[in-house]
């Protein structure tokens, strides 16, 4: 009877472990990351990118980001932290010319748990192909950088898109919204894809709710019950003042969103970048 009895239990055991391990391997949580940087400013006196890189590769690391989209990143400053963090694949291209000139909306990917299937990007104007300024823009050009990855584990397949909207020009960010909501059906189809980015506006703006109401994303931090949301995403490198957020993570229906937090990480009263990094726990089902 004792024999049977143990037989009983491993026999229990095992199938609650392969229970357990089959809905992991269904429901795969990830961290996802968006990052504004700051570029690499010589006139930063007091916030140089040399003092903040290893903060800032340190903070990504400590945060434990599955995915991370950054923004405003120079050559130099990709090149840096894929060097301080050797645990993630990158991709991404400058936007001046498609290369490595100008910043990079980059893409960060722990390389032991994603596949990179797929990669490309695309320009926020009338001509997306190639480099250049779109609709009103009188500063840069801008670009938006996506990859798509595969779970070694599991298998489970979706794509990750990093954009950064232009600061000035409004007519751009309107525009950029509808460019974005195309380019994500065109490329991701009916899969799973994220959104990440430095969208130059709160969640009042047009080009924001274009985004949020399309039915196509929507805004993580909507489906979150308790969202870290302490003060605004932009800091100016200065103590901040109210509560706009202008750098958003956004999901297709696919993933449940369980977290979703500004980071607002300091060193010696100082911080790693003008911008707070955002984070966001989800579940690709």
């Not at 990143?73 to 090149?79: P, T």
């Not at 894929?82 to 909306?105: I, M, Q, T, V």
């Not at 969208?199 to 308790?226: P, Q």
């Not at 300091?266 to 955002?278: L, Q, R």
Request: hydrophobic fraction near 40%; charge should be positive.
């Amino acid at each position: 009877m004792k024999m049977r009895n143990n037989f009983y239990k491993k026999t229990v055991l095992a199938a609650a472990l392969l229970l357990s391990t089959n809905f992991a391997l269904k429901a795969q949580n990830l961290t996802i990351g968006s990052f504004n940087i700051r570029f690499d400013n010589p006139a930063d006196s007091g916030n140089l990118w040399k003092d903040r890189a290893p903060v800032v590769s340190d903070l990504i690391r400590f945060h434990d980001f599955d995915v991370l989209g950054v923004q405003e990143a120079l050559k130099n400053q990709v090149a840096d932290l894929s060097a301080a963090l050797p645990e993630y694949e990158r991709y991404g291209k400058g936007r001046d010319d498609g290369k490595d000139g100008g910043e990079h909306s980059a893409i960060y990917f722990k390389k032991d748990r994603f596949k990179l299937i797929k990669s490309g990007d695309f320009w926020l104007s009338e001509t997306p192909d190639k480099p250049g300024k779109g609709w009103d823009v009188t500063c840069c050009n801008r670009i938006c950088s996506w990859v798509f990855l595969e779970d070694k584990q599991s298998k489970k397949k979706f794509y990750a898109f990093n954009v950064h909207f232009d600061h000035q020009a409004v007519i751009a960010r309107q525009e950029s919204s509808k460019l974005m909501l195309q380019k994500i059906k065109e490329i991701a189809g009916d899969m799973p894809a994220i959104l990440t980015g430095d969208f130059n506006g709160s969640r009042d703006t047009e080009w924001y709710k274009a985004l949020a109401t399309s039915g196509v994303i929507s805004d993580v931090y909507e489906h979150v019950s308790h969202p870290y949301a302490n003060n605004s995403s932009a800091n100016g490198f200065k103590t901040p003042k109210g509560n706009a957020v202008i750098d958003h993570i956004f999901s297709t229906r696919h993933f449940t969103a369980k977290k979703w937090g500004i980071l607002t990480d300091t060193y010696f009263g100082k911080f790693p970048s003008d911008h707070f990094p955002i984070l966001a726990e989800v579940v690709l089902k």
